[in-house]
């Protein structure tokens, strides 16, 4: 039996990073106007895509779909079970590298499998600004490609992109025209996010306004960019749920940007299923936040000491190595201080939440006393 047809939009999102968030946003935008059925939070393996697959029923206007292919074959086992029309891949880097070949040239051929599968004259959504999407595999794609970007020029690009107090503002062309637009999420990593959402619904006949109140009230995933203000103005970012080199840098941007006139730490654990790229990721995150002017960085466990080895011998930098998460906690206890941003993020299996969740806690005691 072959795949669910539809003859509606049936949207499939993947890549290394981004997923959950865009496919988040798409999603809000279409519910301003229309019944839909998505992916569940961040359940995005082949078997939760066959679930969904069974539960379409005819009110659904469309399916927007989060396609986890961070395995071999996984594009395949996605479109076993529906064929996607639309689809969106946000950007090839690092993330399952080891499981992927150790190579980006190949990463970016196992993401291809979503082209290859899909409505072969259906619209595919890349990423200008990434160099790795330029090895996806488009030569035989005979439908549509609708490229975004921030800094190269692209058929939906954004500009003026600013922070606010609650999110990003930044404006877009629709038709001609610049239309602005606000997010309620932080980095220049989620203003790409949101592109793909405005290219996708605008693609599909959605308004400037739809758009607009879709991208500002999308509900933003648990342990993404999430904000935490706590006493003697002291502010904590959560960004647990993973992490790959290239986000890492984007949470580290953001942290730069948000943590201005604050004592600036990072507590950054292993990124893992880096394969062969281990060792080098780690150094060069170190090498980044050293370049980023970030006052302390504690690396969390084994794979991580590469981080301090990368920050080594930098002057007004100082990184701390911890295997014993007690240790961690009770280091950042006695060091952080009044007035502190601080950013926590590692792969989901380092359970650096458990860190996000002992600050929280350490705050509110000290606010209790």
């Known amino acids: 039996m072959g795949p669910l047809i539809l003859n509606r939009p049936v949207i499939a999102i993947t890549g290394s990073s981004g997923k959950t968030t865009t496919k988040e946003m798409i999603a809000s935008i279409l519910s301003t106007r229309w019944t839909i059925i998505k992916t569940l939070k961040n ?88 160099p790795n999407s330029r090895l996806l595999h488009t030569g035989s794609f005979s439908g549509e490609i609708v490229t975004v970007g921030i800094k190269q020029q692209a058929d939906y690009r954004a500009a003026k992109v600013y922070y606010l107090d609650k999110g990003m503002g930044f404006q877009a ?32 006949g959605f308004t400037p306004a739809e758009i607009r109140s879709g991208l500002s009230s999308y509900p933003v995933p648990s342990r993404r960019m999430n904000l935490h203000h706590l006493p003697g103005g002291v502010l904590l970012i959560d960004d647990t749920y993973n992490a790959n080199p290239e986000a890492v840098k984007a949470a580290v941007d953001v942290l730069v940007e948000l943590g201005k006139g604050k004592k600036k730490i990072a507590v950054i654990g292993s990124m893992l299923e880096l ?95």
């Not at 590298?97 to 291809?112: D, E, P, Q, V, W």
């Open 275 to 369: 394969g062969n790229y281990s060792q080098k990721g780690h150094l060069d995150i170190g090498r980044y936040m050293v370049k980023q002017k970030i006052d302390l960085i504690c690396a969390f466990g084994q794979k991580a000491e590469s981080i301090c080895k990368g920050a080594a011998g930098a002057r007004g930098c100082s990184c701390k190595h911890f295997i014993n998460r007690h240790e961690l906690h009770d280091w950042l206890t006695a060091n952080t201080g009044p007035s502190a941003a601080i950013l926590v993020k590692g792969s989901n299996r380092m359970k650096m939440k458990e860190t996000v969740e002992y600050l929280l806690l350490h705050y509110d005691a000290n606010q209790s006393i």
């Open 43 to 130: 359940r995005n393996q082949p078997r939760h895509t066959k679930k969904i697959a069974e539960m379409v029923e005819p009110h659904h206007q469309a399916v927007v779909l989060e396609f986890g292919m961070g395995r071999k074959n996984a594009g395949e086992r996605h479109c076993r079970y529906i064929q996607p029309n639309m689809a969106v891949i946000t950007n090839i880097g690092t993330a399952h590298y080891g499981k992927l070949g150790n190579s980006i040239t190949l990463t970016a051929r196992h993401k291809s499998a979503l082209i290859e599968q899909m409505k072969s004259d259906g619209i595919l959504f890349v990423n200008n600004d990434d």
């Open 173 to 204: 062309t629709l038709k001609g025209k610049w239309e602005s637009f606000f997010i309620p999420a932080f980095g220049l990593c989620n203003v790409m996010n949101a592109l793909f959402a405005i290219a996708v619904t605008h693609r599909l």
